[in-house]
């Protein structure tokens, strides 16, 4: 009887474990909406696609998840997907006709193809309940594969799979060795809910079922995720991009002189343009954990905040988001389009920040002392020969001073800086973000940048709060 009732006892505990799996699953996080294809119409070379993944060999014993779709068929999939959307009007090979009068290339990069686990269904609890009951049986199993599968999930339809590819696309322009544009995607398609012995055995079959299987799923999901590069609003600011990219290699460039560094900055400067929403907003609007008002709220009382008023009541009611605006704005492609114009304001007023800060002295070169005869003893301490291990320091290398160009420059920089973000809320914003990162020696060219402009309460704010 004892025996009975601790058998029965186990089996409703591992009932209850199997039930708080299951009601602990959670879902997926909402995305927004796609937005339109982009008709850009552009002209690149387009290599080969780039293929990382990782084949095991037959005899490593372990699963092969890998979707059977390899370079050259991917290559014209996407090619063909991405001038049928229109983002692309032609893209040769480096070999093919007319590839010679292109100088832009695209190179797309996979790191990931392969058919993987999603989650489970409420078959887990089955599963669980199975390993429960057969507890020998599945630590064995789970020992023999390597711990890739159970008894459980082995044998019950409780696991969601689907084809997941995660890819590289990157943008590259003639005179420039990085790219200008590095896009990361991850796109994924449901196959539905089947068992591991079914999954791995389908998957693993280097002749029959898996192989179709694969290739079949294989394309749907190169089709998505073209649909997915074709509507990415970044493909729409190359020309920013590349603007901002050509500036920050004269930047970088330590040949420079500080006249090309100011002049450069100064051209990027020019692609600030008002923002819809500061990064605050994006940020909140596009997130799907908090309810469209929750969102409102916390919209409504960073903006009370940031002109100076005492709290999202005392917002004219024109300027008070509601949930019902809050919640159309979350699929509306203008958002997304701000967020990518904010992205670069960031890059651009960093870069600006950057160039006005003086230049850190150059660390002390070190001089090698004379070589002293004879081998070094195996425990000489520096005491006992600081000849042989002591080194002189030069002194650090003071900066020069900047020649009367190069502060009229400077002058207009911030100059022209001011006038971008005078009045312009959401800019502030992401200078205040900019500031944050402003520390030792950089913080007082940002603070000379923030005083001009702390007739804004936001900036003001910030200034009492970090000169306190």
């Known amino acids: 009887m004892r025996i009975k009732a601790a058998v029965k006892f186990a089996g409703l505990i591992v009932l209850a474990l199997a039930l708080a799996a299951g009601c602990a699953t959670s879902q997926q996080a909402e995305a927004p909406a796609p937005g339109p294809q982009i008709k850009a119409g552009l002209k690149a070379v387009m290599p080969p696609v780039e293929d990382l993944r990782y084949w095991p060999a037959s005899d490593e014993g372990v699963i092969n998840p890998n979707v059977h779709v390899f370079a050259p068929r991917m290559t014209s999939v996407i090619k063909s997907g991405l001038i049928r959307s229109g983002l692309f009007a032609s893209l040769p090979g480096p070999k093919e006709k007319g590839a010679a009068r292109l100088s832009d290339k695209l190179q797309v990069t996979v790191n990931q193809f392969a058919i993987s686990k999603l989650g489970s269904n409420p078959w887990i609890m089955g599963a669980y309940l199975v390993d429960g009951l057969l507890l020998p049986i599945y630590a064995v199993a789970n020992l023999g594969t390597k711990g890739q599968m159970d008894m459980g999930t082995y044998l019950l339809p409780s696991s969601k799979v689907g084809?997941?590819?995660?890819?590289?696309?990157?943008?590259?322009?003639?005179?420039?060795?990085?790219?200008?544009?590095?896009r990361a995607y991850q796109v994924q398609v449901k196959l539905g809910s089947i068992s591991e012995r079914k999954l791995w055995g389908s998957v693993s079959d280097q002749t029959g079922f898996g192989v179709e299987m694969g290739k079949a799923e294989g394309i749907k999901v190169l089709d998505k995720l073209v649909d997915a590069i074709s509507r990415d609003p970044n493909w729409s600011y190359l020309n920013q991009y590349e603007r901002l990219a050509r500036a920050q290699a004269v930047i970088d460039d330590e040949k420079a002189?500080?006249?090309?560094?100011?002049?450069?900055?100064?051209?990027?400067?020019a692609l600030l343009k008002p923002l819809k929403y500061s990064p605050f907003e994006i940020k909140n609007l596009l997130d799907s954990a908090l309810t469209p008002s929750a969102r409102a709220g916390v919209i409504n009382e960073q903006l009370a905040r940031d002109m100076g008023l005492s709290g999202a009541s005392a917002l004219p009611a024109?300027?008070?988001m509601d949930a019902k605006q809050a919640k159309a704005l979350f699929d509306d492609p203008a958002v997304q389009r701000?967020?990518?114009?904010?992205?670069?304001a960031s890059r651009v007023i960093g870069m600006a920040l950057t160039v006005l800060a003086p230049p850190a002295p150059k660390p002390a070169k070190m001089i090698k002392p004379a070589k002293v005869p004879g081998p070094p003893l195996p425990y000489q301490t520096q005491t006992e020969q600081p000849q042989a291990q002591a080194k002189a320091e030069a002194p650090a290398a003071k900066p020069a001073p900047l020649s009367p160009k190069a502060q009229r420059l400077a002058e207009d920089l911030r100059d022209a800086l001011t006038a971008a973000l005078k009045g312009q809320r959401q800019l502030q914003a992401v200078l205040l973000?900019?500031?944050?990162?402003?520390?030792?020696?950089?913080?007082?060219?940002?603070?000379?940048?923030?005083?001009?402009?702390?007739?804004?309460?936001?900036?003001?704010?910030?200034?009492?709060?970090?000169?306190?």
Do not use: C, F, H
Request: glycine share 6%.
């Open 163 to 182: 084809t997941t590819i995660n890819a590289d696309v990157d943008w590259y322009v003639k005179g420039l060795k990085k790219p200008i544009l590095k």
């Open 257 to 269: 002189a500080p006249e090309a560094k100011l002049q450069a900055a100064l051209g990027a400067v």
């Open 318 to 320: 024109k300027q008070r």
């Open 338 to 344: 701000a967020q990518v114009e904010a992205d670069i």
């Open 433 to 468: 973000s900019q500031a944050d990162k402003s520390i030792g020696g950089a913080w007082p060219t940002t603070k000379a940048v923030l005083l001009r402009l702390q007739a804004s309460p936001q900036v003001k704010s910030y200034l009492a709060r970090r000169t306190s």
